[in-house]
């Protein structure tokens, strides 16, 4: 939906082309920081990140949302002329997609064809909604929670965490060897070890 919204921004003739051009170079320097590493590190302060790039990756959803908004605020509804290039932009960017899916280790097939269903019919439900039928809105409600909910779901699923068991047994392993020359009272020093599991050891093992 903010996706499609987005889009439909940049097709509105009545909101200004200075507004339109800068939202375009704001959304066009924000895909460019995060596919090249010199950028990157500027919004992560000079340093890059452990584990968790593009971390201001919130700005852009942030942005999409916004200019989708303005658009939906101008323009209730999609005229077929704008579903149609909508439609257009979705399926090449699609095709893209399908004929690079080595570049993109974290897409499959399915995530594609089934994300370009949901724009489909998102777009064909926008268009009926200058009806202010309340079964649309619903229907919109719904795909949206529906289609954030898996989002979420395939995201999390596909980082890697550790077992539970693994952690556990890492931290009751060693506690025994390093309760023996924890600092009594009024003692002060460090010890470290000839391994590292993480770099929070210092932290999870106190």
């Known amino acids: ?45 000079f340093r890059y990140p452990i584990w968790y790039p593009y971390r201001y990756s919130f700005v852009f959803s942030f942005f999409i949302l916004f200019i989708g908004y303005r658009a939906y605020r101008n323009l209730a509804t999609i005229p077929l002329k704008m579903a149609i290039g909508i439609l257009i932009v ?3 960017a699609s095709i893209y997609l399908l004929l690079n899916l080595d570049a993109f280790t974290y897409l499959s097939p399915w995530k594609i064809w089934v994300s370009l269903f949901v724009l489909v019919g998102m777009t064909l439900l926008l268009m009926l909604i200058d009806d202010y039928h309340p079964l649309i809105f619903t229907i919109i409600a719904l795909v949206t929670i529906t289609e954030m909910t898996a989002n979420s779901v395939l995201n999390l699923t596909s980082l890697s965490y550790i077992n539970h068991n693994e952690f556990t047994e890492y931290i009751t392993t060693l506690s025994p060897t390093i ?24 932290m999870q093992l106190n």
């Open 179 to 202: 309760d023996k020359y924890r600092p009594g009272e009024n003692e002060f020093y460090r010890i470290t070890k000839t391994f590292q599991r993480t770099k929070n050891d210092a």
């Open 1 to 45: 939906l903010g996706l499609i919204t987005a889009i439909m921004y940049f097709f509105q003739k009545n909101i200004p082309g200075r507004e339109r051009l800068t939202a375009l170079a704001v959304v066009g320097l924000l895909l460019i920081s995060m596919n090249l590493k010199a950028f990157n590190m500027v919004w992560h302060g």
């Open 90 to 92: 979705a399926s090449l």
